[in-house]
């Protein structure tokens, strides 16, 4: 999950990417829009729902790090 170089900290998203139940609610989400004939309306939906997500993912991976450095920390201190 974590990819360590000089002083910095990468996250990798297979978490996320690899996850099947996120994957097969997007899938759900993304046949339910599929329905909306509106084609200006589905965009607006499904690029508010991929703003929400990215957001998410953003809030998760920086507790990720934030985790990861506080456990870090402690383990060097033992």
Known sequence: MFNR????????????????QYLKELQNF??????????????????QMFLCDE???KLAEDKFKEFYKLGYKDAKNE
Do not use: P, V
Request: charged share 45%; glycine share 2%.
């Open 55 to 57: 957001i998410l993912t």
């Open 30 to 47: 993304l046949d339910k829009a599929d329905n909306i004939f509106d084609k200006e309306l589905k965009q607006k939906i499904i690029g």
């Open 5 to 20: 170089s000089k002083k910095n900290l990468n996250i990798n998203r297979e978490w996320k990417e690899k996850n099947k």
